[in-house]
């Protein structure tokens, strides 16, 4: 009778080594599903200190200064699991997220008429002693082995503010915040 099985406790170490293996008998293909969806490796940062920008004009996006990660992911299979959280306050201030200075389109809101798209907002209008949070969880898809920079961006109708209000009183009444973005890299 040919043997099928062996238990772990029958062979005793050091009796398979790599030279008994052939070369190309173990390949992705012949590996267990399901293998996929690993962290393979993680990039964070964390603001601290705040930001805030006020020339605004057409609507155009600014990056927002230390919110900004780069990972090289080791597969073209890899995905980038992009997670994080933005506080900030102003005039109709909403984010978006670049890599390599192209905007992510899969996680914007759906354009029509003349919106301004982005994937969160901060508080806006007469609300100048508060802030709003804005949480990202997007998992891109880049089929890349290159570096790939990820930073948030903020555009708005005048003042915004990231990790304070936009008034400017030193007042216990007022906040003071931290925003972070990271990346893992999770095989494909």
């Known amino acids: 009778m040919p043997l099928?099985?062996?238990k772990?406790?029958?062979?005793?170490?050091?009796t398979i080594?790599?030279?008994?293996?052939?070369?190309?008998?173990?390949?992705?293909a012949k590996l267990a599903s399901g293998v996929g969806g690993k962290v393979l490796q993680v990039v964070s940062t964390?603001?601290?200190?705040t930001f805030q920008y006020s020339s605004f004009s057409s609507w155009n996006y600014v990056d927002v200064t230390g919110l900004t990660v780069t990972i090289t992911p080791s597969s073209t299979s890899s995905k980038i699991l992009i997670i994080g959280y933005i506080s900030g306050g102003g005039d109709n201030a909403v984010y978006r997220i670049q890599k390599n200075s192209n905007t992510l389109t899969g996680y914007l809101g759906t354009q029509t008429g003349s919106f301004t798209l982005g994937f969160g907002s901060a508080i806006s209008g007469s609300i100048y002693q508060a802030t709003g949070n804005a949480v990202i969880s997007y998992l891109d898809s880049p089929s890349s082995t290159s570096a790939l920079t990820y930073k948030i961006q903020v555009t708005g109708n005048g003042t915004v503010?990231?990790?304070?209000?936009?008034?400017?009183?030193d007042?216990?009444?007022?906040?003071?915040?931290?925003?972070?973005i990271t990346v893992m890299e999770i095989a494909g």
């Open 8 to 14: 772990s406790l029958g062979i005793t170490d050091g």
């Open 46 to 49: 964390t603001k601290v200190d």
């Open 17 to 28: 080594v790599a030279g008994d293996i052939a070369s190309g008998a173990i390949t992705s």
């Open 4 to 6: 099928t099985r062996i």
């Open 161 to 169: 503010s990231i990790n304070r209000p936009t008034d400017t009183e």
């Open 171 to 180: 007042s216990a009444n007022r906040i003071r915040t931290a925003s972070t």
